[in-house]
């Protein structure tokens, strides 16, 4: 009867051994799927068939031990008889994990190394990077984070006041890198929040379930394992990131180092796009972003010694057009105030109008086609209006094939 009871435990854990296996697959098609719908079809489908079938099999464990009444009494005793065997599958287990999916550590350790690298040089360096990582992590509701915050400011700026340029330097380092890392934790948060609103949700949240109560029956080590936030949560934390962005692009700007934020927001396309769907509390605070990042891209000097950087700026420029211009048109006014006064308006759509006049005659077409199409597609709101540069590029428009047209007519 132990020799029963004994075998009855294996079969159990190698189904939690491929429930954890279908499981990280589950995350590799998510990954995979992107902007797929096709794909994303074929995960759900393959995810709905492993639920079914998992739910249709017989407990293996009570078919292997009829004897209910002594099960509960005998369950320690096939633990303990079986420690070994269950510690060597959960190490299995956890070396699985570092494998089947390598970027959740190797690659954000790779990333840490490469962003304190900017910053580890010296100790006031270092410092200020921990305290800048401790608000992203921090709770915006706890009473340390305002503290850890104002110490983090107090910083930055006393090495501003020393009129260093090493200080200089480091505080240009410091907020870069700072910058970099809380844009890549944002887009990751407003992602998470827009999946777990889709088709798939129900599916995810099931095999969730099955797979915690399967995990906890391999060992403690996997205890909080495939716990994830709620959509509450994320969605305090996108608002909370979104805050602390505007922080920093604010304190870059005042310093004069604006330059890099400005080159990555432009290329966020992904974040943009995703925010066109996201809670109005947060385009508010990416609306306030865009408009202070348009503003001091704008001012960024033109005419540099090189060819290359002029024309980097202006691929800048354009990119950050593409990429900010249907979330102006489309973003909420928010539950409690507008995303901008009056006069801030005013003062973006003139910004606006002049970077688009930078750009030759098929970048401007490209770019006002799509103010064009997010601006007629949204009952409320009549913001921004480009209706002078529309007007303008058609009028150039006109005049360029009248050119072309006369020059082919002339003898």
Same mark, same amino acid.
């Given at each position: 009867?132990?020799?029963?009871?004994?075998?009855?435990? &294996?079969?159990?854990?190698?189904?939690?051994?491929?429930?954890?296996?279908?499981?990280?697959?589950?995350?590799?098609?998510?990954?995979?799927?992107? #902007?797929?719908?096709l794909l994303e079809k074929l995960r759900v489908f393959l995810v709905t068939c492993f639920l079914f079938f998992i739910r249709s099999l017989p407990s293996v464990v009570s078919f292997a031990n009829p004897n209910?009444?002594?099960?509960?009494?005998?369950?320690?005793?096939?633990?303990?008889? !079986?420690?070994?065997?269950?510690?060597?599958?959960?190490?299995?287990?956890?070396?699985?994990? %570092?494998?089947? #999916?390598?970027?959740?550590?190797?690659?954000?350790?790779?990333?840490?190394?490469?962003?304190? %690298?900017? /910053?580890?040089?010296?100790?006031?360096?270092?410092?200020?990077?921990?305290?800048?990582?401790?608000? !992203?992590?921090?709770?915006?509701?706890?009473?340390?984070? +305002?503290?850890?915050?104002?110490?983090?400011?107090?910083?930055?700026?006393?090495?501003?006041?020393?009129?260093?340029?090493?200080?200089?330097?480091? !505080?240009?380092?410091?907020?870069?890198?700072?910058?970099?890392?809380?844009?890549?934790?944002?887009?990751?948060?407003?992602?998470?929040?827009? #999946?777990?609103?889709?088709?798939?949700?129900? $599916?995810?949240?099931?095999?969730?379930? &099955?797979?915690?109560?399967?995990?906890?029956? $391999?060992g403690d080590g996997f205890i909080g394992w495939g716990g994830e936030e709620t959509a509450d949560q994320t969605a305090e934390t996108s608002e909370k990131l979104a805050a602390e962005l505007l922080w920093l692009a604010e304190k870059m700007a005042v310093y004069g180092f604006v330059d890099e934020a400005v080159e990555k927001w432009a290329s966020a396309s992904n974040l943009a796009w995703l925010a066109l769907s996201s *809670?109005?509390?947060?385009? /508010?605070?990416?609306?306030?972003?865009?408009?202070?990042?348009?503003?001091?891209?704008?001012?960024?000097?033109?005419?540099?010694?090189? *060819?290359?950087?002029?024309?980097?700026?202006?691929?800048?420029?354009?990119?950050?057009?593409?990429?900010?211009?249907?979330?102006?048109?489309?973003?909420? !006014?928010?539950?409690?105030?507008?995303?901008?006064?009056?006069?801030?308006?005013?003062?973006?759509?003139? $910004?606006?109008?002049?970077?688009?006049?930078?750009?030759?005659?098929?970048? +401007?077409?490209? &770019?006002?086609?799509?103010?064009?199409?997010?601006?007629?597609? /949204?009952?409320?709101?009549?913001?921004?209006?480009?209706?002078?540069?529309? $007007?303008?590029? /058609?009028?150039?428009?006109?005049?360029?094939?009248?050119?072309?047209?006369?020059?082919?007519?002339?003898?």
């Amino acid at each position: 009867m132990e020799k029963l009871s004994s075998a009855a435990v &294996v079969p159990q854990l190698l189904r939690n051994i491929i429930i954890a296996v279908v499981v990280f697959a589950d995350e590799s098609l998510l990954q995979i799927s992107g #902007n797929s719908k096709l794909l994303e079809k074929l995960r759900v489908f393959l995810v709905t068939c492993f639920l079914f079938f998992i739910r249709s099999l017989p407990s293996v464990v009570s078919f292997a031990n009829p004897n209910s009444s002594k099960k509960k009494k005998k369950k320690k005793m096939l633990i303990s008889g !079986n420690s070994k065997l269950l510690e060597k599958l959960r190490v299995f287990l956890v070396t699985f994990v %570092s494998f089947a #999916n390598p970027n959740s550590s190797k690659k954000k350790k790779k990333n840490k190394m490469l962003v304190i %690298s900017d /910053c580890e040089e010296s100790g006031i360096g270092r410092a200020i990077w921990q305290l800048l990582s401790a608000m !992203n992590e921090i709770p915006v509701s706890s009473r340390k984070y +305002q503290v850890v915050r104002s110490l983090a400011e107090r910083l930055i700026d006393e090495n501003q006041g020393e009129n260093s340029i090493a200080l200089f330097d480091l !505080n240009r380092r410091v907020l870069n890198a700072s910058f970099r890392t809380t844009l890549s934790r944002l887009e990751a948060a407003v992602e998470r929040n827009s #999946n777990r609103r889709d088709i798939s949700e129900p $599916v995810r949240r099931g095999l969730n379930r &099955v797979v915690r109560a399967a995990v906890r029956a $391999v060992g403690d080590g996997f205890i909080g394992w495939g716990g994830e936030e709620t959509a509450d949560q994320t969605a305090e934390t996108s608002e909370k990131l979104a805050a602390e962005l505007l922080w920093l692009a604010e304190k870059m700007a005042v310093y004069g180092f604006v330059d890099e934020a400005v080159e990555k927001w432009a290329s966020a396309s992904n974040l943009a796009w995703l925010a066109l769907s996201s *809670e109005p509390r947060l385009q /508010c605070s990416l609306v306030q972003i865009s408009a202070l990042l348009f503003k001091e891209a704008k001012d960024i000097k033109e005419g540099k010694e090189e *060819e290359a950087e002029e024309a980097n700026l202006k691929e800048i420029k354009k990119k950050m057009l593409i990429s900010w211009i249907p979330l102006l048109c489309r973003a909420s !006014n928010g539950a409690d105030k507008p995303v901008l006064r009056s006069a801030e308006r005013a003062d973006l759509e003139k $910004v606006l109008e002049k970077m688009i006049s930078e750009l030759n005659e098929e970048e +401007q077409e490209r &770019v006002l086609s799509l103010w064009l199409h997010h601006y007629t597609h /949204c009952s409320s709101s009549d913001w921004p209006d480009l209706n002078g540069s529309y $007007v303008r590029w /058609c009028h150039s428009s006109r005049q360029l094939l009248l050119l072309r047209h006369s020059s082919h007519i002339s003898p």
